[in-house]
């Protein structure tokens, strides 16, 4: 496939509305059987690199004029290239023994799966069902549930809540010195409230945490990024409706509401949330290692949260965030790296989990029994609770739809995906730290890591901390 061609048209309206909004974001798929995706007209290459690929003809043609762009926060090791047709690019380097890749683009687990069910293209249990938006059937109907092929995530989108979780924990005996730990949720954002005039940036004492249950746990930054930019989509606001289409974007609310599951079950910790997927779900390799390096330099937590993963050509590591994570982690290896495995039901490796410095987090159904949407594999570390979970969501009244309002959010909001086991694991490594004085990655090795703790198979080390 070439830049241009979209992930493909049906007669079916929620297939042909993902394939807009696809094109509209820059998106493209590929690779057959391991589908992947990636971004419009974008190759990253490594700088010792850049010389070599140049004497690719075919590539010289395919370079738009634009120089190549070094990542700052990879301190120049990865370059982004704009061209023509990123997938016949990269393809051309390859061929000439230069390793190129495309900006994959990750989702967070309200994304598209990408795992080559035929359902992902026209199963009419998606859009046929009538009780699609607003009968109690949606969650029900196994139609449009349970093809891991089109969302991946059983949860679908966030069923509204009238019940909040159960009260929080009380505050552990704390053995250790010091504050409570700090935990960045690399995410969609937080829903904040404030006057906003339409710029891209405001400083963060504009803002106030829109949800009370977490004003006292998720302090703002000094700069609060409102709107994405052409050239930077990253965005600290959780925006509930980006396009202003009347209805909940794929992806709205998630950094709020894995925001609420780390403040509820962290006792005193510190909760900084950071943009970096937009609401539609999606990140690519380069802005994803950009906001990680950002994350680090503003002094390094103690856990980072990542709720967001997808898949590569051939089953690569991710160029950018491989060159990240070894400048940082490796460098500096107290922080821990926790990640959510993925919905699709399948063994086939998702980053940012599979890298080897990051846990992996599988989802757990009641009853201690597999998800039946969650990944699995040699290389995922733990499971924690991963269905119907309740936290702090985004209020947002929707469009009217026969004199009733489609969805009406007052905050609360169930959902279900091995993004929100994922911040339970960092939680419980959080409390250890905390009760024990250990440092991240003793605590991390104790709770995940350690000989003796109760595992099942392709699923690592089962986590619970309530």
Not at 185 to 192: A, K, N, W
Request: hydrophobic share 35%; aromatic share 6%.
């Amino acid at each position: 496939m070439t830049d241009g061609d979209g992930p493909g048209t049906s007669d079916d309206d929620g297939v042909v509305s993902l394939a807009r909004e696809f094109a509209e974001r820059g998106i493209e798929l590929a690779g057959g059987r391991n589908p992947f995706a990636y971004r419009r007209g974008q190759v990253l290459l490594r700088a010792s690199d850049v010389r070599a690929a140049d004497r690719s003809p075919a590539f010289r043609r395919a370079r738009e004029v634009r120089d190549a762009e070094p990542l700052a926060a990879c301190d120049g090791e990865v370059v982004c290239v704009h061209v023509q047709a990123a997938k016949d690019a990269s393809g051309e380097l390859r061929s000439r023994g230069v390793l190129a890749h495309l900006n994959h683009v990750l989702f967070t687990a309200n994304g598209p799966g990408l795992t080559a069910n035929p359902g992902y293209q026209g199963n009419p249990g998606y859009q046929g069902n009538p009780g699609y938006q607003g009968n109690p059937g949606y969650q029900g109907n196994p139609g449009y549930q349970g093809n891991p092929g089109y969302q991946g995530n059983p949860g679908g989108r966030p069923l509204a809540s009238t019940a909040t979780p159960a009260t929080p924990l009380p505050a552990w005996e704390r053995l250790g010195d010091g504050g409570g730990p700090r935990i960045a949720v690399l995410d969609t954002g937080l829903q904040t409230d404030g006057e906003h005039d339409g710029a891209h940036e405001v400083a963060g004492t504009t803002r106030t945490v829109r949800h009370a249950a977490l004003r006292e746990h998720v302090p703002l930054p000094e700069r609060w990024r409102m709107t994405p930019l052409a050239d930077d989509l990253r965005c600290d606001e959780d925006h509930a409706d980006e396009n202003d289409d009347g209805f909940l974007d794929r992806a709205a609310g998630h950094g709020t509401f894995i925001a609420g599951i780390a403040a509820r079950l962290v006792p005193g910790a510190e909760v900084r949330c950071e943009g970096a997927m937009s609401s539609f779900g999606d990140g690519d390799d380069a802005t994803l290692a950009a906001a990680l390096g950002e994350i680090f330099d503003r002094g390094r937590p103690c856990l980072v949260n990542l709720s967001f993963g997808g898949y590569s050509e051939h089953d690569e590591v991710p160029l950018a965030m491989e060159a990240i994570l070894r400048r940082h982690v490796r460098r500096h290896d107290e922080t821990v790296l926790v990640a959510s495995a993925g919905n699709d039901a399948t063994c086939r490796p998702s980053w940012p989990a599979a890298f080897a410095d990051v846990i992996a987090v599988a989802a757990l159904q009641p009853g201690g029994l597999p998800a039946g949407f969650t990944n699995w594999g040699h290389w995922v570390d733990a499971c924690a609770p991963g269905v119907d979970v309740t936290s702090t969501f985004l209020y947002h009244d929707g469009v009217e739809v026969a004199g009733t309002v489609a969805e009406h959010f007052t905050g609360w909001a169930t959902w279900s995906g091995t993004s929100f086991a994922a911040p339970k694991v960092a939680a419980a490594i959080a409390r250890d730290m905390v009760v024990t004085g250990a440092s991240p990655r003793e605590a991390a090795h104790r709770v995940v890591r350690a000989h003796g703790l109760y595992r099942l198979p392709n699923l690592g080390t089962v986590v619970n901390l309530v």
